[in-house]
């Protein structure tokens, strides 16, 4: 004979199913709503035009500021682990940035197939507004080696996100780390790599190409190589993004001036043709 199901009439209450925690938070909401802040989350938007979609572009938006937030998080917990040699902590990071890249990426959908009078319907209310002048996605293009002291000039009103900015600038990338790291190994980086200025750009070296082309030419197993990898497929989720959001803009907007004053497409043409770490794509030529 078949067993009664748990939830079925005349269970006792040690077999039922527990029915759900609905108890009310410190403020007189969920501990849900209490940890996520869902509250404050879900009435952020403040739509400055009668267009429906409007919605959809600052939601987005928002959505997009906050990987850019978790992924910086990310990085500098990979930066911290290679400072102190602790290789599987640092790839662990790098493997979970992997991850939220793609689901960064994949935020450009409801926005990617805009028409010219779709985004123009609510283009106004942007004003001065730039996706330029966002302070943490500056924060990740720096800890690439995205290094520029200009970029730091439109965050001049805000001192606080200022020097937060110009502290990011002068710290050592996520390259950087990576590099020293390899030094400490016993790898030939030059010292002119290791001693430059950390806010200046780092400049595509021979020598650092033939370290990663004699790492890739060795073991595959190497946990150097592990490193190797993790990165190139940071880098490329970061060129995706870069392709993606100069693909949406021209969809939208085609070669017209940016919001905000900013080049626009030219602009993001620039960036797409970038390769972040550019040695570890350079050796693969020479392995």
């Known amino acids: 004979m078949s067993q009664p199901r748990s939830d079925a009439p005349g269970s006792t209450p040690e077999t039922a199913d527990p029915a759900p925690d609905l108890s009310i938070g410190s403020q007189g909401s969920t501990p849900y709503e209490d940890y996520v802040q869902a509250e404050l989350l879900t009435h952020l938007q403040h739509p400055l035009s009668d267009d429906p979609g409007e919605m959809v572009f600052l939601v987005t938006t928002q959505v997009m500021e906050l990987w850019f937030t978790v ?3 990310e990085w500098q917990t990979a930066a911290a682990a290679f400072r102190r ?3 599987p902590t640092a790839l662990a990071a790098l493997k979970r940035s992997g991850w939220e890249l793609q689901s960064l990426n994949a935020s450009w959908e409801p926005l990617a197939h805009l028409t010219p009078a779709q985004f123009n319907s609510y283009r106004s209310a942007l004003g001065e507004g730039s996706g330029f002048q966002s302070a943490m ?5 720096f800890l690439l080696g995205e290094k520029s002291a200009s970029m730091l000039v439109p965050h ?4 606080r996100v200022h020097d937060e900015l110009e502290k990011a600038l002068t710290e050592p990338s996520l390259y950087d780390e990576v590099l020293r790291l390899l030094s400490r190994r016993g790898h030939a980086v030059p010292a002119a790599v290791l001693e430059r200025d950390p806010a200046v750009r780092h400049t595509p070296d021979p020598a650092v190409e033939k370290v990663w082309q004699r790492i890739y030419s060795g073991s595959q197993e190497d946990e150097l190589v592990r490193l190797g990898e993790a990165l190139t497929e940071v880098a490329e989720l970061v060129w995706r993004w870069r ?3 100069l693909v949406a803009t021209r969809r939208a907007m085609g070669s017209k001036t940016g919001t905000g004053g900013s080049a626009g497409v030219a602009w993001l043409e620039k960036r797409a043709a970038k390769n972040v770490f550019p040695e570890l794509w350079t050796a693969r030529s020479h392995v």
């Open 137 to 141: 996605y500056r924060r990740l293009e």
């Open 243 to 245: 392709n993606d959001h």
């Open 85 to 87: 040699d602790d290789l």
């Open 156 to 159: 001049r009103g805000s001192p």
């Open 71 to 73: 992924i910086v998080h």
